[in-house]
């Protein structure tokens, strides 16, 4: 079956001159492609990078600025001249685009979170092609390695994509750096992502990118956590969008987890702060990780933040320290400890229906950026 829901992420150096300036002639190769894409019945979105490259040159930037204010006003000016190509060169095929600017906090945010999810589903249902990007000019964390390779798997989870392409100048992951070792080798399938592949991701690959071969390992694993494939794959090519819509592309495919998270398990993986912490004995870590059971107020050895009824607190083992997940509070911090001193310690803490568990490697990679 030939995907039909597609993300395609396309990053700074995939969109750019060798001195860093946008290139008209690699977004036209690129919009090409979703035009004819998008004429077959494919719905699409376009995660696409670029907006300071397309607007440092207008302010008289000789080059890709360092700062982070010059970053922003180049993303200001930047963002209306990427629009615009991508605009120009859809409407020639009569095809309609959209832009939507998101960070972090319309993610964490769960309301926020459902008013993106049900405007996305609106300009799909009615043949646009939505382009994302980080709003950049006004979020100063999300200025950081990888942050649409991020953004674009977060996307592709939450419209349930039927595949996510990360468009790139290397064409997939590799067992080393492929420009500093000609041993290394490209793993074409991936069934899971384990640490020793974490631990072998190298850097950032390109002057003019922010992102490493190690934020897309991260991307990979919140998507495939969310049942949506995943293609790394060069965008060298000129027809790179074509062929990885049709699974043919040369790169790394990622296979999706067979149940994928759902809307609500997604959320609280991923996205949900945690405001407070509490422990755990042997016992209700068992419970929890094992058998799918709530986790119980007598189960618990010690409660630490802030956290109210209904907010969200990560779960440790007493014994080992090990975060097992997160989960929504049906009490307060201050009634959960007044319970275990008065040893009355009774009734669900957390229900499993509020529950998420974490494994090593998403803890690992989601506690690293």
Same mark, same amino acid.
């Given at each position: 079956?030939?995907?039909?829901?597609?993300?395609?992420?396309?990053?700074?150096?995939?969109?750019?001159?060798?001195?860093?300036?946008?290139?008209?002639?690699?977004?036209?190769?690129?919009?090409?492609?979703?035009?004819?894409?998008?004429?077959?019945?494919?719905?699409?979105?376009?995660?696409?990078?670029?907006?300071?490259?397309?607007?440092?040159?207008?302010?008289?930037?000789?080059?890709?600025?360092?700062?982070?204010?010059?970053?922003?006003?180049?993303?200001?000016?930047?963002?209306?001249?990427?629009?615009?190509?991508?605009?120009?060169?859809?409407? *020639?095929?009569?095809?309609?685009?959209?832009?939507?600017?998101?960070?972090?906090?319309?993610?964490?945010?769960?309301?926020?979170?459902?008013?993106?999810?049900?405007?996305?589903?609106?300009?799909?249902?009615?043949?646009?092609?939505?382009?994302?990007?980080?709003?950049?000019?006004?979020?100063?964390?999300?200025?950081?390695?990888?942050?649409?390779?991020?953004?674009?798997?977060?996307?592709?989870?939450?419209?349930?994509?039927?595949?996510?392409?990360?468009?790139?100048?290397?064409?997939?992951?590799?067992?080393?750096?492929?420009?500093?070792?000609?041993?290394?080798?490209? *793993?074409?399938?991936?069934?899971?992502?384990?640490?020793?592949?974490?631990?072998?991701?190298?850097?950032?690959?390109?002057?003019?990118?922010?992102?490493?071969?190690?934020?897309?390992?991260?991307?990979?694993?919140?998507?495939?956590?969310?049942?949506?494939?995943?293609?790394?794959?060069?965008?060298?090519?000129?027809?790179?969008?074509?062929?990885?819509?049709?699974?043919?592309?040369?790169?790394?495919?990622?296979?999706?987890?067979?149940?994928?998270?759902?809307?609500?398990?997604?959320?609280?993986?991923?996205?949900?702060?945690?405001?407070?912490?509490?422990?755990?004995?042997?016992?209700?870590?068992?419970?929890?990780?094992?058998?799918?059971?709530?986790?119980?107020?007598?189960?618990?050895?010690?409660?630490?933040?802030?956290?109210?009824?209904?907010?969200?607190?990560?779960?440790?083992?007493?014994?080992?320290?090990?975060?097992?997940?997160?989960?929504?509070?049906?009490?307060?911090?201050?009634?959960?400890?007044?319970?275990?001193?008065?040893?009355?310690?009774?009734?669900?803490?957390?229900?499993?229906?509020?529950?998420?568990?974490?494994?090593?490697?998403?803890?690992?990679?989601?506690?690293?950026?």
């Amino acid at each position: 079956m030939k995907a039909k829901r597609i993300v395609f992420k396309v990053g700074t150096s995939s969109l750019t001159n060798p001195d860093g300036s946008l290139s008209r002639q690699k977004v036209k190769v690129i919009t090409q492609q979703l035009a004819l894409l998008h004429e077959s019945g494919h719905e699409l979105i376009l995660v696409s990078s670029g907006a300071v490259a397309a607007g440092f040159g207008a302010l008289g930037f000789k080059k890709r600025p360092t700062k982070v204010a010059d970053k922003q006003a180049s993303a200001a000016v930047g963002q209306g001249l990427l629009m615009e190509e991508y605009t120009a060169n859809l409407l *020639l095929r009569n095809i309609v685009s959209s832009q939507i600017l998101l960070t972090q906090d319309d993610f964490a945010d769960q309301r926020r979170y459902k008013n993106a999810h049900q405007a996305l589903s609106v300009l799909l249902n009615r043949g646009a092609i939505p382009i994302i990007n980080e709003n950049d000019t006004v979020s100063i964390a999300e200025l950081k390695v990888g942050d649409n390779d991020t953004l674009s798997a977060q996307v592709a989870a939450m419209v349930q994509a039927d595949l996510l392409v990360l468009l790139t100048d290397v064409d997939g992951l590799y067992t080393a750096n492929p420009s500093q070792d000609p041993t290394a080798k490209r *793993l074409d399938r991936i069934e899971h992502i384990s640490r020793e592949m974490i631990e072998m991701a190298g850097g950032a690959g390109s002057s003019n990118g922010t992102g490493g071969m190690l934020t897309k390992l991260k991307a990979a694993t919140l998507a495939t956590e969310s049942g949506v494939p995943v293609y790394i794959c060069s965008s060298l090519k000129s027809d790179a969008l074509l062929e990885a819509a049709q699974e043919q592309a040369d790169g790394s495919y990622f296979l999706a987890e067979d149940k994928g998270l759902k809307t609500q398990k997604q959320w609280l993986a991923f996205y949900a702060e945690s405001k407070g912490a509490v422990w755990v004995d042997a016992g209700a870590a068992e419970a929890l990780l094992d058998h799918g059971k709530s986790l119980l107020i007598s189960g618990v050895t010690k409660a630490e933040g802030d956290f109210s009824y209904h907010d969200i607190v990560s779960v440790y083992h007493q014994e080992t320290g090990q975060l097992l997940g997160k989960g929504k509070v049906r009490l307060g911090q201050s009634a959960v400890r007044d319970l275990l001193q008065s040893k009355r310690a009774k009734g669900i803490l957390i229900h499993r229906d509020d529950w998420i568990s974490v494994t090593p490697e998403i803890d690992l990679l989601f506690t690293e950026f």
